[in-house]
């Protein structure tokens, strides 16, 4: 299996734009997750779904981003509009059952940075 | 709610040398240990896990053991390599299917 896809790996946006971040999970996986890591923060969960239904998105910033998921081998992170304060590198995770016996299988991340 | 708290870094070590990274946790019911370990620029990696108390963890020369009578899970190796040098991070998880992480600790190991 080729792991958990992110793409891109880096993004340099201007403020004010859209930005569109791509995951593609390990096949079979249940359980998505969008994290976002930053010096200041570490590591945030934002969002998570189980068979692609959204469960808890409580760590989502605010109603500049969004997630979705619309089928299994498939997740989008979006940020609109973007802002500087955005800047993070953005890991999207899958898991099989939850994490408590397996953990979680990481992507490679998406640097974002906005200028 | 359930919290991991790591020993405060960064950790610079010699080549060889015995490394500890303390981890301690806070959780209801019983959780499901894990370190993950993330090198420069790359995702975090499955590094060890123990699901059990008394449960020693293994992987790479580095061992934890879930320790539910002192609420810990310290990460070991008795000899580090320059290659070891990332930043290591302290997990659990419960029921809910969530991965809790402590702050994460920079190891670095010089030649």
């Known amino acids: 299996d080729a792991g958990v896809i992110q793409s891109p790996r880096h993004e340099v946006t201007e403020m004010g734009q859209e930005v569109t971040l791509r995951c593609k999970p390990i096949s079979g996986h249940d359980y998505l997750f969008w994290y976002r890591q930053t010096m200041m923060r570490g590591l945030e969960l934002l969002i998570y779904?189980?068979?692609?239904?959204?469960?808890?998105d409580s760590g989502m910033p605010e109603d500049r981003f969004s997630a979705k998921m619309p089928n299994a081998s498939f997740s989008t992170l979006k940020i609109q509009p973007s802002e500087p304060r955005d800047s993070a590198v953005y890991f999207c995770?899958?898991?099989?059952?939850?994490?408590?016996?397996?953990?979680?299988?990481f992507g490679s991340g998406t640097r974002l940075t906005v200028v | 709610g359930n919290s991991v708290t790591q020993m405060e870094g960064p950790v610079t070590l010699s080549e060889e040398a015995f490394l500890t990274i303390n981890c301690t946790y806070t959780a209801t019911g019983y959780p499901s240990l894990f370190w993950y370990v993330q090198y420069p620029g790359e995702g975090l990696q499955l590094l060890l896990k123990a699901t059990k108390a008394d449960d020693k963890g293994s992987n790479k020369g580095f061992e934890a053991t879930y320790r539910k009578e002192t609420t810990s899970f310290h990460l070991e190796k008795g000899s580090v390599q320059v290659s070891d040098s990332a930043v290591y991070f302290c997990a659990l998880t419960g029921a809910n299917s969530k991965l809790t992480f402590g702050k994460g600790i920079t190891l670095s190991v010089r030649p």
């Open positions: 779904f189980n068979n692609n239904v959204p469960i808890d």
């Open positions: 995770a899958s898991s099989l059952r939850g994490a408590s016996n397996y953990g979680y299988t």
